[in-house]
C-alpha cells in the first residue's frame, strides 16, 4: 500500500498512469476504463477506514486461503501443456518459477527464474538451431521441409536458415552444422547423383 501511493504520489507529477492492482486482476474483473481505479480507490479507502478493525480478527489460516484461490485462479493450464509440447527447457523454468516462488520465497524463485532464463538466452544464441528450407511451388515461398511436408528440395541446392544472429561466440558451431549439413547431403545425394554445388544461408529475419 505505501509503495503504490509513493508510485502515485510520484508519478503525478509526470502525468504517468494510475497505479493501482495488478493489470490481470483488473482484467478478469471486466473493467474497461480508467475509471474502474477512482472506485477501486474509494472502495479501498472506506475499506481501511471501516472494516479494518474486523479484519484483524480474521485468522491467518483464512487470509492464506483467499491468497491461494487467487492465486489458483491465474494458472493457465492449457498454456502450460502447450509449453510443456513445445518446449522443454522453458516448461522447466516455468515449473521452477512456480514452485520457487509458492513453496520458497518470491525473491528466490524470481532469481532462478532470471537465472535459468539468461542461461536459455545465452544457449540459444550460442548453439542456435539449424533447418533446411525448401520451396513450396503452390505458395512461392522457402519453409522448414521438417515442419512443411509439401516443401521439396532444390537439386544440387542447399539453403540453411538459422534461429539466431551469427557473431563471434557461434560462428564456430554454425560452422560445424554447416558442413555437418553438407557430409549429411553429400550421403544422401550419392545415391541419386545429385550433388551439392551452391550453399545459400538465408539471413532474411534478424539480420541486418
Known sequence: MIAIGLMNIFGSFASCYLTTGSFSRTFNARYKTAMSNVVMSICMMLTLLFLAPLFSYTPIVSLSAIIMSAMLGLIDY???YHLFKTDKFDFCICMTAFFGVAFISMDIGLMLFVGLASIRALLYVARPTTCKLGSILEAGQYRDIEQYPAANGIPGI?????????Y???CNYIRERILRWIRDEHSLTDSKGNEIEYLLLELGDGFG
Not at 542447399?158 to 544472429?165: D, E, N
Open 78 to 80: 492449457d498454456k502450460a
Open 168 to 170: 563471434f561466440a557461434n
Open 158 to 166: 542447399l539453403i540453411l536458415k538459422f534461429s539466431s544472429l551469427i
